[in-house]
């Protein structure tokens, strides 16, 4: 059997919290295996943090150093070869790398500044992938068109519902399919608080619950409100449907206005309160809403256990639904390797 030639790949880190380390840690193991069967093998040569410095080394950084020191709270610095790097911008500008992988935290209000260093990577020619809403919620059709310009990537599978195939799905298995619409319930945080409300309890122990649990932030906004759902809601419709859609711009309802006799009154009628994000064509134009609503028990949306729910409706196919059992780090940093695969071009990386 003919021996594929193994091409070098240059990894850049534009933050490296739970997602990248995850992926860096699975680098060494399956992740190494898959893209080497896949034609690649990869170098991590930049890292770039918030608060733990940076690192360039072209020849390639020692992963495991990396991950201990940022792990035990140090910097990076001592890992640098070369000249000194001012800041992340520098270092994506400067540092030798052929994709940059953006993830840094989500601004759920302007996307910055990581739409500013996905922009800049694609204008130096290099492909981009992340999972940061951001980007995809403020600047999708700029960034996408920006890679076509400069013949590169910009892939962000990771972005929604973590590692589950919805760009992916929507640009290979749905070829020539329009997106008419969505709904979604795409905030776990709101429902396990309303599954919380329907088993008796009251909402602020139920938020308390959340938080202790770590699933909900010290300040609840972001999920209570809608917001975490608006950027979602965004990031789906501009990349699906064409839209420039920006979260303030979705019209979005709090959960908080739902009322403990609410959740009895659906819970006796056989419904279930669920954060529901839906999206749709008004002629020309595309609206979206982030709204608590009042589902029978047989909706898709609600699916429970679920983290979350996501009905596609398409003109060729019909309703697509995808149900996301268990999210997290480790399906967002796959969704991070399927992106990487693509780029690299070599097929699944599937043993033959
Ligand atoms: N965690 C998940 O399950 C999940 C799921 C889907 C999507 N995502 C998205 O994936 C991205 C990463 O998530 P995460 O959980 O790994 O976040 P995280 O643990 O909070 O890590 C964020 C990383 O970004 C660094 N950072 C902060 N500002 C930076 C800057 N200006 N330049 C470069 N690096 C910077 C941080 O460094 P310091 O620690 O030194 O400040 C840290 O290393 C986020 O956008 C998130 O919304 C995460």
Redesign the pocket.
């Given at each position: 059997m003919p021996v594929r030639p193994v091409r070098p790949l240059r990894l850049a880190f534009?933050?490296?919290?739970?997602?990248?380390r995850r992926f860096a840690e699975l680098l060494g193991g399956p992740y190494g295996r898959i893209l080497r069967r896949a034609g690649v093998s990869v170098r991590v040569t930049a890292i770039?943090?918030?608060?733990?410095g940076l690192a360039v080394d072209a020849r390639g950084l020692p992963l495991t150093r990396a991950l201990a020191l940022v792990r035990e709270g140090h910097s990076l610095a001592p890992l640098h070869r070369g000249k000194p790097v001012a800041s992340?911008r520098a270092l994506i500008a400067t540092a030798p790398y052929d994709v940059l992988l953006e993830?840094?935290?989500?601004e759920p209000l302007t996307g910055e500044?990581?739409t500013a260093h996905v922009a800049a990577a694609l204008r130096r020619g290099l492909h981009v992938v992340t999972?940061?809403?951001?980007p995809v919620a403020h600047a999708a059709g700029r960034l996408k068109a920006l890679a076509r310009r400069h013949r590169v990537r910009f892939l962000h599978e990771?972005?929604v519902m973590?590692g589950f195939p919805i760009f992916n799905l929507a640009e290979r298995c749905l070829r020539g399919v329009e997106f008419r619409g969505f709904g979604g319930v795409l905030n776990s945080t709101t429902t396990r608080i309303l599954s919380r409300m329907e088993a008796g309890v009251p909402f602020d122990v139920a938020l308390a619950e959340a938080q202790a649990a770590g699933v909900a932030e010290a300040d609840p906004a972001f999920d209570l409100d809608g917001w975490d759902a608006a950027v979602k809601t965004c990031a789906l419709a501009n990349a699906l449907m064409g839209a420039t859609l920006r979260p303030a711009e979705v019209e979005r309802v709090s959960v908080r206005e739902i009322t403990a006799q609410a959740v009895d009154k659906a819970t006796l009628e056989g419904k279930r309160w669920r954060l529901v994000a839906r999206a749709g064509r008004d002629g020309r134009r595309v609206w979206a809403r982030v709204a608590p609503e009042e589902l029978p028990l047989g909706d898709l949306l609600v699916s429970d256990g679920a983290d979350g729910v996501l009905v596609l409706d398409t003109d060729l196919m019909g309703e697509v639904g995808l149900v996301e059992s268990a999210?997290?780090?480790d399906q967002?940093a796959y969704a991070v390797l399927s992106d990487l695969l693509e780029v690299a071009g070599g097929g699944g990386g599937r043993p033959s």
């Amino acid at each position: 059997m003919p021996v594929r030639p193994v091409r070098p790949l240059r990894l850049a880190f534009a933050g490296f919290g739970n997602v990248a380390r995850r992926f860096a840690e699975l680098l060494g193991g399956p992740y190494g295996r898959i893209l080497r069967r896949a034609g690649v093998s990869v170098r991590v040569t930049a890292i770039a943090t918030g608060h733990h410095g940076l690192a360039v080394d072209a020849r390639g950084l020692p992963l495991t150093r990396a991950l201990a020191l940022v792990r035990e709270g140090h910097s990076l610095a001592p890992l640098h070869r070369g000249k000194p790097v001012a800041s992340t911008r520098a270092l994506i500008a400067t540092a030798p790398y052929d994709v940059l992988l953006e993830l840094s935290p989500l601004e759920p209000l302007t996307g910055e500044p990581a739409t500013a260093h996905v922009a800049a990577a694609l204008r130096r020619g290099l492909h981009v992938v992340t999972a940061n809403k951001g980007p995809v919620a403020h600047a999708a059709g700029r960034l996408k068109a920006l890679a076509r310009r400069h013949r590169v990537r910009f892939l962000h599978e990771g972005a929604v519902m973590d590692g589950f195939p919805i760009f992916n799905l929507a640009e290979r298995c749905l070829r020539g399919v329009e997106f008419r619409g969505f709904g979604g319930v795409l905030n776990s945080t709101t429902t396990r608080i309303l599954s919380r409300m329907e088993a008796g309890v009251p909402f602020d122990v139920a938020l308390a619950e959340a938080q202790a649990a770590g699933v909900a932030e010290a300040d609840p906004a972001f999920d209570l409100d809608g917001w975490d759902a608006a950027v979602k809601t965004c990031a789906l419709a501009n990349a699906l449907m064409g839209a420039t859609l920006r979260p303030a711009e979705v019209e979005r309802v709090s959960v908080r206005e739902i009322t403990a006799q609410a959740v009895d009154k659906a819970t006796l009628e056989g419904k279930r309160w669920r954060l529901v994000a839906r999206a749709g064509r008004d002629g020309r134009r595309v609206w979206a809403r982030v709204a608590p609503e009042e589902l029978p028990l047989g909706d898709l949306l609600v699916s429970d256990g679920a983290d979350g729910v996501l009905v596609l409706d398409t003109d060729l196919m019909g309703e697509v639904g995808l149900v996301e059992s268990a999210g997290g780090v480790d399906q967002t940093a796959y969704a991070v390797l399927s992106d990487l695969l693509e780029v690299a071009g070599g097929g699944g990386g599937r043993p033959s």
